[in-house]
């Protein structure tokens, strides 16, 4: 069984590691960094193999996940050496398969992965998309190994800016502090703030994606005519609550595309 192999030991790396570690995933991993300290917590923390040689690591994956920043992507693959079909998972936000490609091709075969980081605890998201010779074994392979962290969703290459700046879970978290911050405001303590906050957010939301009732029918339910909730959303759209969001998307997909001229 050839292990899977992690190019980068940052945040995403942790994140599915201990994603995987919870859900018993049973194929060996191996993880290199240029950085000795993130490989020795790594390894007591998940018990992963650790390599610090780059090309000795290569040579030994199964499926090869390049986990590293976008900037590092063009040097990290001029330093790989790959002779044999291979499949690269690149988790590098903004970088399309055409580029990757451009930098290393046959015999690789290239996949593009988006991963939440709430995959830590096996509920996460993970964008997919395949480059257009991609076997169809190896595809159920990739879906397999980001199944085990949470749902998956293949969609188009072209899609892939717009999805990475929706599906943040910065977002609850961002809006999870501006709520508990208001409240704090007009008198809640920040312990009462932050439940209220949360229940606002996550049960409204668990509410929706559990139960049969649709988007438009809860907000009607939430918000009667009249009520509290209803002027606080017609005041927060009046202040271009909307707008803000749409413009905070549009800045991380300009984000996005400089970070593929990068390679």
Same mark, same amino acid.
């Given at each position: 069984?050839?292990?899977?192999?992690?190019?980068?030991?940052?945040?995403?790396?942790?994140?599915?590691?201990?994603?995987?570690?919870?859900?018993?995933?049973?194929?060996?991993?191996?993880?290199?960094?240029?950085?000795? =300290?993130?490989?020795?917590?790594?390894?007591?923390?998940?018990?992963?193999?650790?390599?610090?040689?780059?090309?000795?690591?290569?040579?030994?994956?199964?499926?090869?996940?390049?986990?590293?920043?976008?900037?590092?992507?063009?040097?990290?693959? !001029?330093? &790989?050496?790959?002779?044999?079909?291979?499949?690269?998972?690149?988790?590098?936000?903004?970088?399309?398969?055409?580029?990757?490609?451009?930098?290393?091709?046959?015999?690789?075969?290239?996949?593009?992965?988006?991963?939440?980081? *709430?995959?830590?605890?096996?509920? =996460?998201?993970?964008?997919?998309?395949?480059?257009?010779?991609?076997?169809? %074994?190896?595809?159920?392979? *990739?879906? %397999?190994?980001?199944?085990?962290?949470?749902?998956? /969703?293949? &969609?188009?290459?072209? !899609?892939?800016?717009?999805?990475?700046?929706?599906?943040?879970?910065?977002? %609850?978290?961002?809006?999870? *502090?501006?709520?508990?911050?208001?409240?704090?405001?007009?008198?809640? +303590?920040?312990?009462?703030?932050?439940?209220?906050?949360?229940?606002? /957010?996550?049960?409204?939301?668990? %509410?929706?994606?559990?139960?049969?009732?649709?988007?438009?029918?809860?907000?009607?339910?939430?918000?009667?005519?009249?009520?509290?909730?209803?002027?606080?959303?017609?005041?927060?759209?009046?202040? =271009?609550?909307?707008?803000? &969001?749409?413009? =905070?998307?549009?800045?991380?997909?300009?984000?996005?595309? +400089?970070?593929?001229?990068?390679?």
């Amino acid at each position: 069984m050839k292990p899977t192999v992690f190019l980068g030991g940052g945040r995403i790396t942790s994140a599915l590691l201990a994603g995987l570690r919870l859900a018993k995933y049973d194929k060996p991993i191996i993880v290199h960094d240029r950085n000795p =300290g993130k490989l020795r917590e790594l390894k007591k923390q998940y018990g992963v193999t650790v390599e610090t040689n780059l090309n000795a690591a290569v040579k030994q994956a199964g499926l090869l996940i390049i986990a590293v920043r976008p900037d590092s992507v063009s040097a990290l693959l !001029q330093q &790989i050496e790959i002779n044999i079909p291979l499949t690269l998972i690149s988790l590098a936000a903004g970088v399309p398969i055409s580029k990757l490609r451009a930098r290393l091709g046959p015999p690789v075969r290239w996949a593009r992965a988006m991963p939440s980081p *709430v995959c830590r605890i096996a509920r =996460g998201l993970t964008a997919l998309c395949f480059d257009r010779t991609f076997p169809r %074994s190896m595809k159920l392979e *990739v879906k %397999s190994l980001f199944e085990q962290v949470g749902s998956i /969703l293949e &969609i188009p290459d072209r !899609q892939f800016d717009a999805f990475t700046v929706t599906f943040s879970p910065s977002h %609850s978290y961002h809006a999870l *502090v501006a709520l508990a911050t208001a409240g704090e405001r007009l008198g809640l +303590k920040r312990k009462n703030a932050l439940t209220a906050a949360a229940h606002g /957010l996550a049960e409204g939301i668990l %509410s929706w994606r559990e139960g049969e009732d649709s988007l438009d029918e809860l907000i009607q339910e939430a918000a009667t005519p009249g009520g509290t909730a209803a002027a606080t959303m017609q005041a927060m759209d009046a202040s =271009g609550y909307k707008r803000t &969001i749409e413009k =905070g998307l549009r800045a991380g997909i300009a984000r996005a595309r +400089k970070n593929a001229k990068l390679i």
